[in-house]
Nanobody
Framework: QVRLVESGGGLVQAGDSLRLSCAAS????????MGWFRQAPGKEREFVAA????????YYADSVKGRFTISRDNAKNTMHLQMNSLKPEDTAVYYC?????????????????WGQGTQVTVSS
């Protein structure tokens, strides 16, 4: 089992950057695929980005491709989401998620472990 804690959210202006972090505790972080999801008020949770156990494979939602970068440091049990050129429509609570396995998962139902979320607000 793995426990996840997000950090790095905040209030920024359109065009700014933020770096989210997800700290994992528990065993064998490197055996987990990781992902970022977000949920805006009144909307369903949506996929943002995912990374496989080694960091060698990544996948992004079309809405963030070219602006966001997911990465992980297995030695430090952490995952990051670098968000550049932020837009007001990126405003949401961002969640990190973990799933045991070797592939990249993009569905929220694929992830049994979730953090509590961190708020990102982008003003226009």
């Amino acid at each position: 089992q793995v426990r996840l804690v997000e950090s790095g959210g905040g209030l920024v202006q359109a065009g700014d950057s933020l770096r989210l972090s997800c700290a994992a505790s528990g065993r064998a972080f490197s055996s987990y695929a990781m992902g970022w999801f977000r949920q805006a008020p009144g909307k369903e949770r949506e996929f943002v980005a995912a990374i496989n156990w080694s960091g060698g494979r990544t996948y992004y939602a079309d809405s963030v491709k070219g602006r966001f970068t997911i990465s992980r440091d297995n030695a430090k049990n952490t995952m990051h989401l670098q968000m550049n050129s932020l837009k007001p429509e990126d405003t949401a609570v961002y969640y990190c998620a973990a799933a045991a396995g070797l592939v990249v998962y993009t569905g929220s139902n694929d992830y049994p472990y979730w953090g509590q979320g961190t708020q990102v607000t982008v003003s226009s």
